[in-house]
């Protein structure tokens, strides 16, 4: 005899699944409407006065230098937030893994730095980098390296980058480290029996059996830079200098809030919206396969 | 019993609600982008007005940095629920204008009311930056500053110059710098670069910043700061920043610590830091006029200014704007005035006031005070120094903050620089021009 729940309830479901639904509705749905609805238009920030435009604010913001460039920065700048904070994690993990004394104590200091929101972590090395009271900046200075992120670009990059790619670790540590437990010891034994070096072992068994951990990763830790590190750039170098750190989603604010140019900052965030759903697409189409709950 | 009790407390709850209808003042929104010790100062302003009188009440409510306030007071619009005073600064001022619908503006508010009003007791200098060209105020002058020289007088002396002799000329400034990098300091730096080297330089020089009078003429304006003497300016301090006698000091007032550590010794700033300065700065430090070219000819003329202003905006009732007149009077009157100016170092609104701070001898004990009032109203203001009046100006600055740093940077020429900004920032006026007509 076959045993089956059924409820026959006909709306508690819906009753119980509407909450959830009105507040995607309400914080997704409608807000992402409304940033559809605005990208056609032209506006005044008072909206006394709309024209459609058709996709004007598209084609303004893609043969704009500045947004190209923009898109550009934003590339470089999560793939290098993800590699950094990926292979800096994963190193991290793999001796925490190996660690037997005071573990948890090394743990718990290198998951630190994920309590720290982006502005705060922005400060923070907003400060020791000042080219003025920066003590980083100072030290540079004796060793005879002019440090200037004002306006050096290069500089100013690989400051934010520090800074965003700092506070990632620790999410990243996290998910390496567990990746690293549930890989089952006598694998690794074994290989050690038939003479494999650790270096060995770690890239023939452990590194592709943690890359279902990594791919997530990726996906995360470029959706963390393309969105979360706004807080960083905001303190640290407001996108300049000379835009070499403007990136996507730092415009979309900069030309929304402080420009006041609704059209053209809604059609960015189109755009954004657009790339966000396709790295999820990739992230369930690919990963969802490979991961076992 | 019970239910006796029940109705008496309903009777006493409706006569409650209607004892205080009958006594409700009339309530003033101000949203404010002042936090600190300012925001201190602006409630207390709001909160000496209550005191005054028993027909309005002001509420002063911090909104965040200028940009916060403005979004803030746009968005409130959007939702039909705007304050009735709402602080704007001066580059949002175009935009504002535009905003034909959404603002009230001051002379017709103040007309309305019937309350004294006379647009002449104001500092022309300050207000013409609020005006139409046919002389009427579009918003009350609140805070304003002008840029201003700073100089270190203890840095001088060691240098062996004259701390009572600040450099009047840029090439001045070069020599005194020069001789400044041999004793340890870094020569000079700037905050405000747009707002200083090139906005107020333009007026300073009497020369052009945009046509049409710098905007005030029409949304059909188009930029002109890439001239021969701009472009000679800007390419003068990156020659400047190579031979290190300046450095670029980062976006905003981000370089004061700059000059407050010691590191460089004359700095250009808003009259609005000196309070900022005397506060941080270890020694003792001198202001004077803002440098000029004595090779251009219309040289120095005067400056403008920086700050916001105070717009009234629509969908209130007749009572309620009476409510904002008679604030704005009080705002206006001499007393609040000068205690503003010496409270916070912004300029005074009115004559009056500029005058009862001079007689009582403030200028005397702080002679840095009066630097930016006097170098504000050195000329009768031109069509090249009343102000700016130009759309999408947020943007159109952070345009040129980004050329003028790959200038710095050596990445362009001035010239190059200088012409790119002119024409990005000609499309978003263009932008602007098309989104309100």
């Known amino acids: 005899m076959e045993k089956r729940v059924v409820f026959k309830h006909k709306f508690l479901p819906y009753l119980l699944v509407a909450p959830q639904i009105a507040i995607t509705i309400v914080f997704f749905i409608w807000p992402a409407s409304q940033a559809v609805y605005q990208s056609v238009l032209q506006e005044d920030p008072f909206g006394l006065s709309a024209t459609f435009v058709g996709l004007a604010n598209f084609v303004d913001i893609f043969t704009d230098e500045i947004y190209l460039h923009s898109i550009y920065v934003t590339a470089v700048f999560s793939l290098s937030v993800a590699v950094i904070a990926m292979s800096v994690s994963l190193l991290l993990a793999a001796m925490a893994d190996r660690v037997i004394k005071g573990a948890t104590a090394y743990k718990t200091l290198i998951i630190w730095p994920y309590a720290v929101a982006p502005a705060v972590a922005g400060v923070l090395w907003y400060f020791l980098f000042n080219p003025t009271v920066g003590i980083i900046a100072l030290y540079m200075k004796v060793l005879g390296y002019e440090w200037n992120h004002s306006l050096n670009g290069g500089q100013a990059m690989s400051l934010v980058v520090i800074a965003a790619a700092w506070r990632e670790i620790s999410y990243n540590f996290l998910f390496f480290l567990a990746g690293l437990q549930a890989i089952p010891k006598p694998f690794i034994e074994a290989a050690a029996i038939d003479g494999a070096s650790p270096l060995k072992r770690f890239w023939t068994i452990t590194f592709p059996l943690l890359s279902p951990t990594a791919f997530f990763l990726i996906v995360m830790n470029i959706v963390y830079a393309f969105f979360d590190t706004f807080g960083v750039i905001h303190v640290i170098t407001d996108g300049g200098p000379s835009n070499a750190t403007n990136i996507m989603v730092y415009k979309v604010y900069h030309d929304g809030f402080l420009g006041l140019d609704l059209g053209g900052s809604a059609a960015q965030s189109v755009v954004l919206m657009i790339i966000v759903i396709s790295l999820t697409v990739i992230q369930f189409r690919y990963i969802e396969r490979k991961v076992n709950y | ?437």
């Open chain 2, 1 to 437: 019993m019970k239910k006796y009790r029940f109705l008496l407390v309903v009777a006493l709850f409706i006569l409650g609600v209607s004892v205080t209808s009958a006594q409700a003042l009339t309530e003033i929104n101000w949203w404010h982008a002042h936090g600190g010790r300012l925001g201190e100062k602006v409630s207390a302003i709001a909160g000496d007005f209550n005191k005054l009188q028993n027909k309005y009440r002001v509420v002063a409510t911090y909104k965040g940095n200028y940009a916060d306030t403005m979004t803030a007071g746009i968005a409130a619009f959007r939702s039909k629920n705007p304050p009735h005073i709402l602080q704007v600064f001066e580059v949002g001022t175009a935009t504002m204008m535009a905003a034909k619908g959404a603002i009230k503006p001051v002379y017709e508010v103040m007309g309305e009311s019937g309350l004294p009003f006379d647009p002449n007791a104001y500092l022309p200098t300050v207000t013409s930056y609020y005006t139409t060209p046919e002389g009427k105020m579009l918003s009350m002058p609140f805070n304003s500053s002008t840029p201003i020289l700073y100089f270190n007088k203890e840095a001088f002396k060691k240098a062996g110059l004259d701390p009572n002799k600040p450099p009047r000329t840029w090439p001045e400034v070069a020599d005194y710098a020069r001789k400044l990098v041999k004793v340890g300091y870094t020569g000079f730096s700037t905050a405000w670069i747009s707002w200083i080297h090139l906005e107020n330089f333009s007026a300073w020089h009497n020369v052009p910043f945009g046509t049409k009078a710098n905007g005030f003429g029409g949304l059909d304006t188009e930029f002109v700061f890439n001239s021969p003497l701009h472009v000679k300016h800007i390419q003068q301090l990156a020659d400047w920043q190579k031979e290190k006698i300046f450095i670029y000091g980062g976006r905003r007032n981000l370089g004061n610590a700059k000059f407050s550590s010691g590191e460089v010794a004359m700095y250009t700033e808003s009259s609005a830091g000196y309070a900022g300065f005397k506060k941080t700065c270890k020694f003792d430090f001198g202001t004077s006029m803002l440098p000029y070219w004595p090779d251009a000819p219309g040289a120095p003329q005067n400056t403008i200014i920086g700050g916001a202003s105070l717009w009234v905006m629509t969908g209130h009732t007749p009572d309620e704007y009476r409510g904002v007149a008679t604030f704005f009077t009080y705002l206006s009157s001499p007393a609040v005035q000068a205690d503003w100016h010496q409270f916070t170092g912004y300029l005074p609104i009115t004559t009056d006031a500029y005058y009862l701070t001079k007689g009582q001898g403030v200028y005397e004990k702080k002679p840095g005070m009066e630097t930016a009032l006097k170098q504000m109203t050195l000329h009768k203001p031109t069509e090249n120094s009343k102000g700016l009046r130009f759309g999408n100006f947020v943007q159109e600055r952070s345009i040129i903050y980004g050329e003028l740093e790959a200038i710095f940077a050596g990445k362009k020429t001035a010239q190059q620089g200088l012409d790119a900004a002119v024409k990005a920032g000609n499309k978003l006026l263009r932008k602007f021009e098309k989104a309100n007509k």
